[in-house]
């Protein structure tokens, strides 16, 4: 009796997480194999597999929307913003969490309403700011935008994680004359991967398929980034599907792998903060 319970229990939790889980994967197998499709073919029927394998698509798409030049500014764009907010995130979430000083407060309120600010009503005066200082249309007009979005919620979540580990070890390496710098970041630094993990998933991914700000900001077709590469492929009158789809595989491949990269850290995050709490 107790085993038929056991196994009507399981199969009650693990289906719906079953039926999730594949309606979670289904939309990036139909993207992958939509993109190797002809126009005709994801007329007729959107959702049925190809007949043959058109990898021409790709080539197609890349030639098309000038893929490898918005490629490498959405990679640059994406890499300098990711390093500057591990960098900056860290530090804030390490001091707020550690320290005690008059501001902490007012620091704290800074980044908790800057988190409910809505972003789009952000691009007017950020244009205007940048139009000020002489970055807009410039390689260097998303960084700023990129990081102080990310920042916030980044140093919240360094914050939370560093206030679960033991300060024990911090008054540990201060006893064996260790300074802050060198406890801050070659011992705290290294046991903060997973949540680090996290903010590089959620940055990378967040800056990777950011559009509006890059709309905006940009001009230069030299400097443009992929979502605004998308656009390419759609116009007044037509759209070309497989080319779009295959526009968005190549888009969507490095999100993926950074993904597959840092799961595992992630994993290690959540399952340290279930034991900690």
Same mark, same amino acid.
């Given at each position: 009796?107790?085993?038929?319970?056991?196994?009507?229990? @399981?199969?009650? %939790?693990? *289906?719906?997480?079953? !039926?999730?889980?594949?309606?979670?994967?289904?939309?990036?197998?139909? &993207? =992958?194999?939509?993109?190797?499709?002809?126009?005709?073919?994801?007329?007729?029927?959107?959702?049925?597999?190809?007949?043959?394998?058109?990898?021409?698509?790709?080539?197609?798409?890349?030639?098309?929307?000038?893929?490898?030049?918005?490629?490498?500014?959405?990679?640059?764009?994406?890499?300098?913003?990711?390093?500057?907010?591990?960098?900056?995130?860290?530090?804030?979430?390490?001091?707020?969490?550690?320290?005690?000083?008059?501001?902490?407060?007012?620091?704290?309120?800074?980044?908790?309403? @800057?988190?409910? %600010?809505? *972003?789009?009503?952000? !691009?007017?005066?950020?244009?205007?700011?940048?139009?000020?200082?002489? &970055? =807009?249309?410039?390689?260097?007009?998303?960084?700023?935008?990129?990081?102080?979005?990310?920042?916030?919620?980044?140093?919240?979540?360094?914050?939370?994680?560093?206030?679960?580990?033991?300060?024990?070890?911090?008054?540990?390496?201060?006893?064996?004359?260790?300074?802050?710098?060198?406890?801050?970041?070659?011992?705290?630094?290294?046991?903060?991967?997973?949540?680090?993990?996290?903010?590089?998933?959620?940055?990378?991914?967040?800056?990777?398929?950011?559009?509006?700000?890059?709309?905006?900001?940009?001009?230069?077709?030299?400097?443009?980034?992929?979502?605004?590469?998308?656009?390419?492929?759609?116009?007044?009158?037509?759209?070309?599907?497989?080319?779009?789809?295959?526009?968005?595989?190549?888009?969507?491949?490095?999100?993926?792998?950074?993904?597959?990269?840092?799961?595992?850290?992630?994993?290690?995050?959540?399952?340290?903060?279930?034991?900690?709490?």
């Amino acid at each position: 009796m107790k085993k038929v319970k056991s196994f009507i229990s @399981s199969f009650f %939790i693990n *289906v719906p997480i079953m !039926i999730l889980s594949i309606t979670c994967i289904f939309p990036v197998l139909w &993207l =992958l194999y939509s993109s190797v499709k002809t126009d005709a073919e994801f007329t007729i029927s959107p959702s049925a597999l190809p007949t043959k394998i058109h990898f021409d698509n790709f080539v197609n798409a890349f030639k098309r929307a000038n893929f490898g030049t918005f490629t490498f500014n959405s990679l640059f764009n994406s890499l300098v913003s990711l390093a500057l907010v591990l960098f900056l995130s860290f530090i804030l979430g390490y001091v707020l969490s550690r320290y005690r000083f008059r501001g902490r407060n007012f620091i704290y309120g800074v980044l908790m309403v @800057s988190m409910m %600010i809505p *972003v789009y009503a952000l !691009i007017v005066p950020v244009f205007i700011q940048e139009k000020n200082m002489g &970055l =807009l249309n410039t390689r260097f007009a998303l960084i700023p935008v990129y990081v102080a979005l990310e920042l916030p919620t980044s140093v919240f979540l360094v914050d939370g994680y560093l206030k679960s580990i033991s300060i024990d070890l911090e008054d540990a390496a201060s006893i064996d004359g260790a300074g802050m710098l060198r406890t801050m970041f070659t011992i705290m630094m290294p046991l903060c991967k997973p949540i680090l993990s996290t903010i590089i998933i959620l940055t990378f991914m967040h800056v990777w398929n950011e559009f509006a700000f890059a709309q905006v900001l940009l001009t230069d077709e030299g400097i443009k980034t992929i979502p605004i590469g998308l656009t390419y492929f759609t116009s007044q009158y037509s759209t070309s599907y497989t080319l779009l789809l295959s526009a968005l595989a190549m888009a969507t491949i490095p999100v993926i792998v950074i993904y597959l990269f840092f799961y595992n850290k992630i994993m290690e995050g959540m399952m340290a903060g279930a034991i900690k709490g």
